[in-house]
């Protein structure tokens, strides 16, 4: 027995010694140094779960305190390893904890089939097995918290299953009670996710909530009960996301909320469109001002990856109100459209001013969002379509210099632009490509009028560097509506190659004054297709004498064209 005894000990001093040669090894090890001694009257903090899972601190001399810990990431949580961490010990732990509920389960249907235990005996069991996987979770949350949490994980699973088993499959308990145990059982996830500090028992409770009255039946039987289940359910999740200091619950409650009533809605009470709106107008109103304290109290605006969650909620908000209220009150849908993107705007104001900073993110989800109201609700429905064309005509102007103003909020205003540039092409192809008379007034007066604000256009970027890149289209464009126009209002063929290449010569010519080498290759692109003009139309049946002056003009205006554009590209080097 003693020589087994002294065989242990050697083991023991051997593993030791191994343990102090791979923590020399460590980077880590040797980034910290060795803890000071904690005298005896201190012991106790020993026994402090929170001392023990925070990480050790560097010493920092006699005076540092020996509880000294890092700040914690939110007023709840403190983690002792990171979440964020994919590791083999947390896929194992997933794996454990889901087969045990795989296992509870099977063993329910097991006794239920050979008859061995009644429905309640049954769900009993179930009810059993998530406690003790709570409680399992709960004792072994002293040696690793994260690592613990997967077992009550499971155990909410169980629970959520025996409510519905109950209410839906054995019919032991009524809806009252099931949508009380449902709530108790959310509840519980909110305090495990703030013992455990993971956002996963936030998100379980995000689902079982609003899944609730998909199951419980009886629940469902008044859509008013549904907005206040549902509106109360929007604020709990908002003020827990405010809580942990992480969006993920409310944006997923925002989803849930608006996609589950409507679904609801749609089955039991389609004639209720009135309860529908006040449900959608109040979720918004829930989840914008969630999102702007979010980043007032934790100073922290929405990050690009935030704000691509959030513009699709807003999406969905937009095209499940405007459905209805175009189909009940098609005069009122794009005012109530515009007091949205008002409020939305608002909302983003007073979140820049809190903040005191450009919110890049936030600022191209609420200019994306108010860009499509005034392209749908405005431009679509409000504005009657022989009218469009003049309209964007005279607005695209001061529209056009106010979005191009130096501005903080460059990505509050891209939307915007985009917005008309989208109008103008529209415009433009419609009125010079395709001329349309569909419009009211003289369509050829109305292309002439589109090519002049192209040119003036390209004339006001130009001096521009930000629009230089692609202030160019523009002129391109104008010199394609000036022959367009051309070729609509002069039947000779003759003269309107004579136009063209006085426009192509007037082109070098002032590109030879402005020294702007952009403007003479444009002219390039006249020529050419003056060329193609007179090859595959003018001397095709034309007369003799058509086919002479043709090629005379359009020689003529090649060669002094490229007399001009050699002085032109001497200039510019």
């Not at 140094?33 to 050790?56: G, L, M, N, W, Y």
Request: positive net charge; charged residues 10%.
């Amino acid at each position: 027995m003693a020589d087994v005894e002294e065989q242990l000990r050697a083991l023991n001093l051997r593993l030791a010694r191994l343990e102090e040669a791979v923590l020399s090894l460590s980077p880590r090890a040797a980034a910290v140094p060795p803890r000071p001694v904690v005298p005896a009257a201190a012991a106790r903090d020993e026994e402090d779960p929170h001392f023990r899972d925070t990480e050790p601190q560097a010493y920092a001399g006699p005076a540092a305190s020996p509880r000294a810990r890092p700040a914690p990431v939110s007023p709840f949580f403190e983690k002792s390893v990171d979440p964020g961490e994919l590791s083999v010990t947390q896929i194992m732990g997933w794996t454990g904890a889901t087969l045990l509920v795989l296992a509870a389960a099977y063993l329910i249907r097991l006794v239920y089939d050979a008859g061995w235990l009644t429905p309640p005996r049954q769900l009993g069991l179930a009810m059993l097995g998530g406690i003790t996987l709570v409680a399992a979770g709960l004792r072994l949350r002293r040696l690793d918290s994260n690592y613990a949490s997967l077992l009550p994980a499971g155990g909410l699973v169980v629970f959520f299953l025996a409510i519905y088993g109950a209410h839906l499959y054995y019919h032991l308990i009524g809806a009252g009670v099931a949508t009380t145990a449902v709530i108790c059982n959310c509840l519980l996830a909110l305090w495990l996710g703030r013992i455990f500090g993971s956002e996963i028992y936030g998100l379980f409770a995000v689902v079982g909530s609003y899944s609730a009255p998909l199951l419980l039946r009886a629940m469902t039987g008044s859509v008013v009960d549904l907005v206040i289940y549902f509106t109360a359910w929007s604020v709990v999740f908002c003020l827990y996301a405010l809580a942990i200091g992480n969006r993920r619950p409310y944006l997923l409650a925002g989803y849930m909320a608006l996609i589950t009533f409507q679904v609801l809605w749609e089955q039991l009470a389609r004639s209720q469109w009135g309860v529908a709106l006040v449900f959608q107008t109040l979720q918004f109103a829930v989840f914008l001002s969630a999102a702007i304290a979010f980043s007032v109290r934790h100073d922290r605006p929405m990050t690009q990856a935030e704000g691509v969650v959030h513009l699709p909620l807003l999406l969905l908000f937009y095209a499940l109100q405007y459905a209805i209220l175009s189909r009940h009150m098609p005069a009122v849908a794009p005012w109530v459209a515009l007091g949205s993107a008002a409020a939305l705007l608002l909302a983003y104001g007073v979140a820049r001013r809190a903040l005191g900073v450009s919110l890049q993110a936030g600022g191209f989800i609420v200019g994306a969002y108010c860009a499509l109201v005034l392209f749908h609700a405005v431009y679509l429905e409000l504005l009657p379509d022989r009218w469009a064309p003049w309209v964007v005509l005279l607005v695209l102007p001061p529209a056009a210099l106010f979005v191009t103003r130096p501005a903080a909020d460059a990505q509050l205003m891209l939307p915007f632009k985009l917005l008309l540039g989208a109008l103008l092409a529209l415009n433009y192809v419609r009125v010079v490509l395709l001329a349309e008379t569909g419009s009211v007034g003289n369509g050829v007066l109305l292309a002439l009028l589109y090519t002049a604000e192209l040119y003036a256009a390209w004339f006001v970027g130009r001096s521009l560097p930000a629009l230089r890149s692609w202030i160019t289209f523009a002129l391109y464009a104008a010199h394609i509506g000036f022959m367009g126009v051309v070729l609509r209002s002069v039947d000779n063929a003759l003269l309107v190659s004579l136009a063209w290449g006085a426009l192509a010569l007037v082109t070098l010519l002032l590109a030879f004054r402005l020294r702007d080498q952009d403007l003479g290759k444009s002219s390039l692109f006249i020529f050419a297709a003056s060329l193609v003009k007179v090859i595959l139309h003018d001397l095709a049946g034309a007369a003799p004498l058509l086919r002479i002056g043709s090629l005379v003009v359009v020689g003529l205006s090649l060669y002094a064209g490229g007399l001009l554009y050699k002085r032109v590209v001497a200039l510019a080097r």
